[in-house]
């Protein structure tokens, strides 16, 4: 039996809370540890204790070992848990926990080396039986071995990075002449990502489902499988949407999938939680992909439809337990949806967003749960990964756990900033995912980039925005109460900017908080019923509603249903002028580190060529010119770090473009 009392976890976000959580109800002390950039997140203080790692880039506080060992010795700490991504899967880690008498929780480092290489433990999966698709995976990484053995699986075929996960270090490459490209930026994502830019290649299945199933084992000889999880719903190979139990699997299928996982899990002698994971093709065939020796991020489905806590099933195997339930004892029940939400802009190709996150307030209810890190004005920084929350809905049948998540996400508040949250709504209504069809391709198919367009507020929405900010005023005035008069109607132009325009509006004052909004021959009745907060319930032209606002500086964030906007009054603004920067110029999408500037000054460009690589929330973005022409100066270098909106590079047009 291995005794311990106080957990370190090593991670943040969500994932730490999580942790936390468990721990605390199973007696046990937590430390947190924390970059400069998370002083003020929630697992900082939800924790007993807290230890200042270093700076916000990971490799300077996250993923530095020797820091996180002396957090651990300064707390005096003698457990690890290492959540999900960092360093829960090094296998360098785990051999460092146990030669300092710290228990890992977390599988042995021999499991860790084995699975954490894809290559070799696709090696081991094939000598197990495991079914597997056919590929190469072998040590020679030329360029020109690759083509080769390309050529002799048969485009299109599958680039993967052999260490790491979350989609980066891949690339789906239809066609012979895009292969090398391919190699060349799979190899460069995974080099800063993982450390190492080994990878193999696989024969691409079209449009499968991506099916994972849950094991668990103990130091006993004991391996169970929890049932699936269906994450099908993908972009840029990172999921989005996930469910359990799968719409595409039967119970003949599940055993089959189970067999097999628990099959992979004993041949690499595991122990503690892991996910097994594989392609399902159209006709029940599946093939091995990988396998996370870690808890995954979509663990909370499976903990809604079996009802075991799986964090406190890592803790008790750490101590040297028996598994809680064994295999004739896991019965699933009922069904459940995930959603992971994003700092992304879906309709500008997911780029990562960064900002601040003004007002956090998620759905709260029968069925509900939300794992997040999140407080009221948390700087959303370049540092980490985009998933800020996950979303999740219980149900007795599917459509329950799809209509309360549907719900859930209309009423949860990001307000402040750019997320997911209205595509996910999007999604969950689609009549492939409500039919239970959606494949890898379900993105692509039913999304296209081309398709993608935001949602805009209507008139009427900026209407009851300008009645809001007018209201606003008259609140923190006390212009509302001081010498009001019913009998002097006050008429007051107002112009509210939403993004780039600007719509104007006459503002009649009929009472304390009722007003006559006009807008050309358009006019809405508004009251306002609730005292002034981040909630207030509206009487709109005779129907009620409830929305959500917050105030950032001279902005009013405002959530009129699933609808998000930002809005300003401007009436007395001095006109803007244009900006004359121009298509020529090249600025940076969003926060990041610059991986290159692949021009210089002088050198001609054409339109659509790459002229910076930029590396973000742990992606890396290509940006291209949008115009042919002449470099004339370029404004950064590589490994500088960018704000949003910084010039990059400037190209000054052809005369003839």
């Known amino acids: 039996m291995s005794r311990f009392s106080k957990i370190l976890i090593a991670n943040r976000g969500e994932i730490a809370c999580r942790v936390i959580r468990t721990a605390h109800e199973m007696g046990y002390s937590t430390v947190a540890v924390y970059s400069e950039a998370d002083a003020d997140a929630l697992h900082v203080a939800m924790a007993d204790e807290a230890v200042l790692i270093g700076p916000a880039p990971v490799g300077e506080s996250y993923l530095d070992m020797d820091r996180i060992f002396s957090a651990a010795e300064v707390t005096g700490a003698d457990a690890i848990h290492p959540g999900y991504g960092f360093l829960s899967e090094n296998a360098a880690f785990a051999k460092a926990c146990e030669e300092r008498n710290i228990t890992f929780i977390g599988p042995s480092e021999e499991a860790i080396d084995v699975m954490g290489n894809k290559a070799e433990a696709k090696r081991r999966m094939i000598d197990a039986g495991v079914p597997c698709v056919p590929g190469y995976e072998g040590e020679d990484q030329s360029d020109s071995h690759f083509i080769k053995a390309a050529d002799e699986i048969g485009f299109p075929v599958m680039v993967k990075a052999a260490a790491g996960g979350g989609g980066r270090g891949m690339r789906l490459v239809a066609k012979p002449e895009k292969l090398e490209k391919a190699l060349a930026t799979a190899r460069s994502e995974a080099e800063n990502a993982f450390g190492s830019g080994e990878l193999i290649l696989e024969k691409a299945v079209i449009e499968p489902r991506h099916i994972e199933i849950q094991v668990f084992a103990d130091s006993h000889g004991n391996v169970v499988h929890l049932g699936e999880r269906d994450c099908s719903i993908q972009r840029r190979h ?99 949806i995930e959603a992971r939400l994003y700092a992304e802009d879906p309709y500008k190709d997911f780029l990562p967003r960064v900002g601040t996150l003004v007002s956090w307030r998620p759905a709260i209810g029968e069925g509900l749960r939300c794992d997040h890190g999140l407080v009221d004005g948390i700087e959303i920084t370049p540092h980490y990964d985009a998933m800020i929350a996950k979303v999740i809905a219980y149900g007795e049948s599917r459509e329950d756990a799809r209509l309360r998540l549907i719900r859930s996400l209309e009423q949860t508040q990001d307000l402040g900033l750019t997320t997911n949250r209205q595509f996910l709504i999007d999604c969950l209504k689609h009549d492939a995912f409500t039919n239970g069809e959606a494949t890898t391709g379900f993105i692509e198919s039913y999304f296209p980039k081309k398709t993608r367009t935001r949602p ?135 926060n990041g580190r610059v991986i290159d500037i692949l021009v210089k000054a002088g050198d001609k460009v054409e339109k659509g060529q790459i002229v910076a690589m930029l590396e973000a929330m742990k992606m890396e973005h290509e940006i291209p010119a949008r115009i042919s022409g002449t470099v004339t100066s370029i404004g950064a270098k590589k490994d500088d770090q960018v704000a949003s909106k910084a010039m990059l590079v400037e190209i000054e047009a052809e005369e003839d473009a």
């Open 238 to 336: 990172q999921k989005v949407i996930e469910e359990a139990p799968s719409p595409a699997v039967s119970e003949e299928l599940r055993q089959k999938m189970g067999a097999a996982a628990v099959a992979a899990a004993k041949a690499i002698n595991y122990r503690g939680a892991g996910t097994v994971e594989f392609l399902l093709g159209a006709d029940g065939s599946f093939y091995f992909l990988e396998m996370n020796t870690r808890l995954q991020v979509e663990h909370p489905v499976t903990e809604c439809i079996t009802g075991f806590d799986l964090v406190e099933w890592q803790l008790r195997v750490a101590r040297g337990e028996v598994l809680p339930s064994l295999q004739d004892d896991i019965v699933l029940f009922g069904h459940a």
């Open 456 to 590: 805009e507020p209507t008139k009427q929405d900026i209407a009851l925005a300008a009645s809001l900010l007018f209201a606003i005023q008259q609140h923190d005035t006390g212009s509302d109460t001081d010498g009001w008069d019913s009998a002097a109607i006050n008429i007051s132009p107002m112009v509210v900017e939403v993004g780039e325009n600007k719509h104007s509006f006459q503002i009649q004052q009929n009472d304390l908080s009722s007003y006559l909004v006009r807008a050309g021959e358009e006019e809405w009745n508004i009251s306002f019923l609730d005292e002034f907060d981040t909630e207030i319930r509206v009487l709109l032209n005779g129907v009620q509603k409830t929305i959500h606002f917050a105030e950032d500086t001279d902005l009013l964030h405002i959530a009129v249903g699933a609808l998000t906007f930002s809005a300003r009054e401007v009436t007395l603004a001095p006109a803007g002028s244009a900006d004359g920067a121009g298509d020529g110029r090249i600025a940076a999408p969003m």
